[in-house]
């Protein structure tokens, strides 16, 4: 045995009954994680991380050298085989337990929540530690559940010597406590935070879908949430219609900057937009659109003829309607041509003469 470690008569027979147990290990290892990383996507639970890891010769020969007395036989040591899931979140660590729950038999007696304990110290140890063996049995193994933060912790611990054999000064390991209890709090603001915007969102959503719009604040959620209604449309069609063009769709996230460049702070401005504009924009697509065989649309274009004709109607010309361009192209001097002649072909359209 390496690293000078000296087992007794009853700890060389433990690794006897490993060695032989170690394809049924591996096995072990391989199907646990599949089981479980299948039942985690089924879900729609994205984790940071999945491992899985069969004990070595050499970290078992040490376990046993310190405490082999109190294992009789190779079946009683519980973390043989190991998995660890590492959650972005504390609350995913509940939901990955409960999927646990479903796939393997838990062995409640050995498992342990070390959450509940609240030792100051211990953030990177307050994993969820389940001990399971597969339905239709086997070796048991160990799963740990944990979150981002508390994993690097551990690491950090680790790395550090903290838990270490060389004794930790005192004001060092206040310091170390100061730290995780820093940890465990951002832990659970991020938790916090994401049921907060969850909430926020669906509030939004609900408004939006009960017309409230003028309640509701223009933001990239809320404008997300408006373009499920498909508010543009009716214009796109109508659009499309001059050509008999098809329409494929794009995203039209990219217009909120200019919406909120021209004063917008609500959806209900949006919508009077919309409506203070559909028939002008239509009028420039005609003049455009009629003398071009142009047979597909991108669903943006209705957006993109209501925000000229926004510009034109308030007499922002060239200078309009190139920042137009380059909001949604990216900046270029081709978006100079571009405005130079959409001014053109806009002068003789009727809401241009009464300006």
């Known amino acids: 045995m390496g690293n000078n470690v000296k087992l007794d008569a009853h700890g060389?027979?433990?690794?006897?009954?490993?060695?032989?147990?170690?394809?049924?290990?591996?096995?072990?290892?391989?199907?646990?994680?599949?089981?479980?990383?299948?039942?985690?996507r089924k879900q729609g639970i994205y984790v940071t991380a999945i491992e899985h890891r069969v004990k070595t010769e050499k970290s078992l020969?040490?376990?046993?050298?310190?405490?082999?007395?109190?294992?009789?036989?190779?079946?009683?040591?519980?973390?043989?085989?190991?998995?660890?899931?590492?959650?972005?979140?504390?609350?995913?660590?509940?939901?990955?337990?409960?999927?646990?729950?479903?796939?393997?038999?838990?062995?409640?007696?050995e498992s342990?929540?070390?959450?509940?304990?609240?030792?100051?110290d211990a953030f990177g140890y307050n994993s969820l530690h389940y001990i399971c063996r597969l339905p239709e049995g086997g070796p048991r193994f160990e799963l740990q559940m944990r979150t981002a933060l508390q994993?690097?912790?551990?690491?950090?611990?680790?790395?550090?010597?903290y838990k270490g054999d060389v004794k930790i000064p005192r004001e060092y390991m206040r310091q170390?406590?100061?730290?995780?209890?820093?940890?465990?709090?951002?832990?659970?603001?991020?938790s916090r935070l994401r049921l907060l915007l969850t909430d926020y969102r669906r509030q939004i959503q609900s408004l939006v879908k009960s017309g409230q719009l003028d309640e509701v604040s223009l933001s990239t959620d809320s404008f997300r949430s408006y373009l499920e209604l498909h508010p543009f449309d009716r214009l796109n069609r109508r659009i499309a219609a001059v050509n008999q063009a098809?329409?494929?769709?794009?995203?039209?996230?990219?217009?909120?900057?200019?919406?909120?460049?021209?004063?917008?702070?609500?959806?209900?401005?949006?919508?009077?937009f919309i409506d203070g504009n559909s028939d002008e924009a239509y009028q420039?697509?005609?003049?455009?659109?009629?003398?071009?065989?142009?047979?597909?649309?991108?669903?943006?274009?209705?957006?993109?003829?209501?925000?000229?004709?926004?510009?034109l109607k308030r007499g922002e010309g060239r200078e309009g309607l190139k920042a137009i361009y380059d909001t949604i192209n990216g900046e270029s001097d081709a978006n100079g041509m571009l405005a130079d002649m959409m001014l053109e072909q806009a002068k003789t359209l009727p809401f241009m003469q009464s300006n």
């Open 12 to 40: 060389e027979m433990l690794m006897q009954q490993y060695n032989e147990l170690r394809p049924t290990l591996e096995q072990l290892s391989e199907k646990a994680y599949d089981l479980l990383r299948h039942a985690l």
């Open 246 to 272: 098809e329409i494929y769709p794009v995203s039209m996230m990219s217009f909120l900057p200019l919406l909120e460049s021209f004063g917008m702070e609500t959806l209900g401005d949006v919508q009077n």
């Open 61 to 109: 020969a040490g376990k046993l050298e310190l405490k082999g007395a109190k294992y009789k036989s190779i079946d009683d040591i519980t973390d043989l085989v190991g998995l660890r899931v590492i959650t972005f979140y504390t609350d995913e660590v509940d939901k990955v337990a409960a999927i646990a729950k479903r796939i393997f038999d838990i062995d409640w007696k």
């Open 284 to 311: 420039l697509a005609l003049s455009q659109l009629a003398i071009t065989d142009l047979d597909i649309l991108s669903s943006s274009a209705a957006l993109q003829y209501l925000c000229l004709v926004y510009v």
């Open 176 to 190: 170390f406590s100061r730290l995780a209890g820093m940890l465990e709090l951002v832990d659970d603001e991020f």
């Open 151 to 161: 994993h690097v912790w551990s690491t950090i611990e680790h790395d550090t010597g």
């Open 112 to 120: 342990v929540d070390k959450r509940k304990l609240h030792q100051l």
